[in-house]
Every structure is written in structure tokens, then in C-alpha cells.
């Protein structure tokens, strides 16, 4: 199983991006899948998931309103729109995937998720 992150880079706030998580060795169309952030010197925290049955999604406080997470079976690819962008956004986002039965209340602790892909770097400047 791989999960590839892509679509961070330098931002300006007030901004909008799109990060893509595509995986293989494993249908995203089944499987709960999420979204993390980690800052440098601060622990992994939750951002978003989406789970792989009902499409119900969740977010963390810190983006409601201004985040979407979604999916797109036909690419195996798991979508995190984030719009106003904010310095405090700066971070190694990565995404994760669960078990077919993670429920999205444990998806979205750490150590709920069993496979993890490598990150991307997302910077937004003031």
C-alpha cells in the first residue's frame, strides 16, 4: 500500500490549495482515509477524513468552514480543498488511510490510522 501526498508548496495567505492523496494497493472508494498536519516542533494533529462507506467527513475546528475533503474514486484519490489560508496552515500535511471498519471518530487519532504516506510541505506566507 502507497499513499502519495502532492499539491503543497508556497502560499500566500487569504489563498486557496488543493492537496491530492493518491493511493495504491488500496480503493480509497472503500476505505476511510485522512488528512494530518504537523509543524515543526509541534505534534501531528488532525485536519480531515472522509469515511469510505457513507462519505461522511470530519473536521478539525481549526479549518471548519474553509475545508473540504472528498474523493474521487475513478483516480483512487483523496482531495483536501483548503481556502483562506493562513500562516498557522504552514505545515508537513500528510494523508492516511484506516481499516475498511476505522470509524471516523478513531480515524482521526494518530494512531487510529494504519498506513500513512509521506508528506507534503505546505508554506503560507503573511
Known amino acids: 500500500v502507497q499513499l502519495q501526498a502532492s499539491g503543497g508548496g508556497l502560499m500566500q495567505a487569504g489563498g486557496s490549495l488543493r492537496l491530492s492523496c493518491t493511493a495504491s494497493g488500496l480503493p480509497v472508494s472503500s476505505r476511510p482515509v485522512g488528512w494530518f498536519r504537523q509543524a515543526p516542533g509541534k505534534e501531528r494533529e488532525f485536519v480531515a477524513a472522509i469515511s469510505g462507506d457513507t462519505d461522511a467527513t470530519r473536521y478539525a475546528d481549526s479549518v471548519k468552514g474553509r475545508s473540504t475533503i472528498s474523493r474521487d474514486n475513478t483516480k483512487n484519490t483523496v482531495y483536501l480543498q483548503l481556502n483562506s489560508l493562513k500562516p498557522e496552515d504552514t505545515a508537513l500535511y500528510y494523508c492516511?488511510?484506516?481499516?475498511?471498519?476505522?470509524?471516523?471518530?478513531?480515524?482521526?487519532?494518530?494512531?487510529?490510522?494504519?498506513?500513512w504516506g509521506q508528506g507534503t510541505q505546505v508554506t503560507v506566507s503573511s
Open positions: 492516511a488511510a484506516g481499516t475498511y471498519r476505522t470509524p471516523l471518530s478513531v480515524l482521526r487519532e494518530v494512531n487510529g490510522n494504519k498506513y
